[in-house]
Every structure is written in C-alpha cells, then in structure tokens.
C-alpha cells in the first residue's frame, strides 16, 4: 500500500472502550442526511440510489467500527455494497468529485460523532487530544482505502456504459443514414441532434489531428449541434448543424478547416433527414473524386486550402453516376486530345491554363514557359480539336476536368478513340 493509505497503528484499549457502541442509527442517518445535502441532491427523490447510498454507508460505518476495534485490518478491505454503489452513480452519471464530496463529508461525519464519543466519557485533556490524533489518522486512512475501491468501480462502469453508448450511437447513426430506413421518434430523441435542421457533413482522416475546429466551428459558426460518425476505413465524419448555412457561414467553415491544415471533404448543406443522407451521399462522391485527381489538384486549383466543398465539383460528381456519357463528352470535345501519352498531357495541360487564364502572358507566367511555347502549344492544340480556342471555354474545360477524373477512377468507360 502506499505511504498516504499505509495501516495506522491499532488503537489503545481506553479508546476502543470510548468507540464500543459507536455504531448506530442515528450515525448512519445522518451520514446518508449530508452525504445527499454535499453531494447529490439532485438524486434524494430516486428510491434505488438512497437504497443503494444506505446500505454503503451502513458498511462503511460498521467496517471502519471493525477496523478501530482490532478485528479487520485495513489492507484487507472488501467492500461489497460501496462499490455496488459506484456503479449505481456511474449509470446516474454521477462524477467521480461528486464520490469523493460525499466521502469526505461522510467521514468527516463520523469523525466528529466519534469524537464526540470520546470526549464525553474521557476527562483526561490529554487523552482526548491523542485520542482525536489517533481518530484522524484511522478514519483518514480507511477513507483512502475504501476511495481506492468504489473510484476504480466507478471509473471501469463508466468505460463501459461508455462503450456500450458509443456503439449504441453507433448502430443508430448507420440506421438513420440508411435511406430504407425508417426512425421512429425514440429513435430521434436518443440521437440527441436536431435532424430539422440544416446539415453539412465534413469527412476527414483518422489522422487529420484535434477536433478543436468542431468547438471552434460551434462558437465562430453558429452551429448548433454536432454528430459524428466513423466509417470501417477510420473516416471521421461529423454532421454540423445550424438553422441555415449561409454562404458567409459555408466560408468561415472553410476558413476554419484550411487553418487547422487537414484535408477534409465538405458537402452542401442541405434540410431534415433527406438532406442528412443527402449530405452524407455527398461525401462519398468527394472522395472518390479527390482520389481521381490525385496530383492533378492543382491543374484545375482544387484543394489549395486541403478542403474540396461539393460545390468545387458538382459536375464531376453528377458525371460520376454516368461515365459512359462523361467518356463520350470527352471524346467530343478533346478529340485526339483525349488520348494518352506525356506529350498530350502536357498539352492539356497548357489549354486547362489557357482556358483560365485567356491569355498568353498570363499562361507562360503560370506555367514558368517562354510565351512563344505556349502559343506553339495553342495552335497544336487547335490543330487536333480541329477549331480555335475563342469558343467553348466552359466545354473544354468541364471535358479536360473529366478526362483526368475518368483516367483517375481507372474506370473501363474510356474515351473512344476517333479515327484519324
């Protein structure tokens, strides 16, 4: 045992004899009285808890009485109805400073009424005064014992209704975002989130750091609650509420998540329900889709903040529930600029800056060329599009963003090439 529970020594004859009948009634009346007064208050109308508080304390008195006459010794302490107690308070989420509250002023209680004890059938001043020496002690170290046992109860009932809740949740989450299925409003009320709101749902890795952004978000944002959800390959996902996500609140969240420096997936936000699964649909295509990218982020200025918010490829992910359409689209416009090879691409890549930029200058300045280079590339790539570049701007590019997603996805609906 350590030295602060370590075994007093036993106590003297003439003390045992003051303490013979010191349990009582009364004792255990009044320990229970102030232990709810100090400690739990909210909990003296639950008949099982005061049950339960009774009888620990009915064991607590007449074990420490035990102790102080020589017939247990304090290192071999087996509470029973203390620790029954602790998982009681444990299932009434009772905290462990509320425990040890009440234990202090319990004891404390026993303390003075033994004192007391002594006091009035001693008539030697310094009798009493070793006497109270001597209490202090015993009481203080069978406090430390018995604390050692119902904290330990306490803390391993709540690891495990912590478990059990969080798999709970859990199961209940994985129900609600199942489109078959339908949630009773017990249901509702457990997931303790408001489902009418207006939801967005951001993924990021296991990885990806602190949930500080979640606090954050919660007072910057105005989000009002929070649910997360973890996928089988360690995703994190968490629904964030408000009563709607304006577009300056859509940007304070994204300002946020590019601060915290993690790579997150960001839906649109969207009401009730339907627009939970919604959102939560959403994040599957923008994963799948900064997957295809891969390095090619850049090209096309996504993901320079680390986040790609639904809106950033829309398109893409509308393409991502026909590719054969999405292939013939870019056979259509690319023409042989759709096939493969390092030379092809570097051309692709040159029109996907041209097109953002409509200039040369601008074009060689971003890609570090002489600006004759890129009017070579220009006119070459004119040449296999069969048309010059002043039109179909929005065409080209929406064709070169899927050319990349479709090579990406490593996907069997590949642009069909066009005979020369």
Partial sequence: MSAESACPPPLPVWLREALRSAVSAELIAEVVAVDLDAAFDHLRDDEEFVAALTASVTENVRTLHRVAMGEVELDELDLVQPRRLAVVQARRRVVQASLHLSYRVGFLTMWRDWVGRLDAVEADPARRCEGARLLTELVMAYQNAALAQ???????????????????????????????????KFE????????????????????????????????????????????????????????????EARAGLRRLLAEHGVAAEVSAPARGLEGL????????????????????????????????????????????????????????????????????????????????????????????????????????????????????????????????????????????????
């Fill in 150 to 184: 119902v904290a330990r109860e306490h803390m391993l009932t709540e690891e495990s209704l912590q478990r059990s809740r969080d798999h709970l949740r859990f199961r209940l989450v994985k129900d609600l975002l199942n489109s078959d299925h339908v949630p009773d």
């Fill in 188 to 247: 509702l009320l457990g997931l303790g989130y408001d489902i009418d709101a207006d939801h967005i749902a951001v993924a990021l890795r296991a990885d990806a750091g602190s949930t500080d952004w979640v606090r954050r978000a919660q007072a910057t944002c105005a989000v009002t609650d929070v649910l997360h959800h973890t996928e089988p390959d360690g995703i994190h996902v968490r629904f964030l509420a408000r009563r709607a996500w304006t577009a």
């Fill in 277 to 420: 699964r919604h959102a939560y649909g959403q994040l599957g295509r923008l994963r799948r889709i900064r997957g295809a990218f891969a390095g090619k982020h850049q090209r096309y200025q996504l993901a320079r903040d680390g986040v790609i918010e639904y809106a950033d490829v829309r398109l893409e992910a509308i393409f991502l529930d026909d590719l054969p359409i999405a292939a013939q689209l870019v056979e259509e416009e690319l023409a042989t600029l759709s096939g493969t090879g390092s030379g092809l691409d570097v051309l692709r890549e040159t029109l996907c800056v041209w097109l953002r930029e409509r200039n040369y200058a601008a074009t060689a300045r971003a890609l570090h060329l002489h600006e004759n280079t890129v009017r070579n590339r220009v006119h070459r790539i004119e040449e296999l599009l069969g048309h010059d570049l002043q039109s179909r701007h929005a065409e080209l590019m929406l064709a070169l963003r899927l050319h990349d997603l479709l090579a990406g996805l490593n996907e069997t609906a590949t642009p069909i090439r066009r005979a020369m």
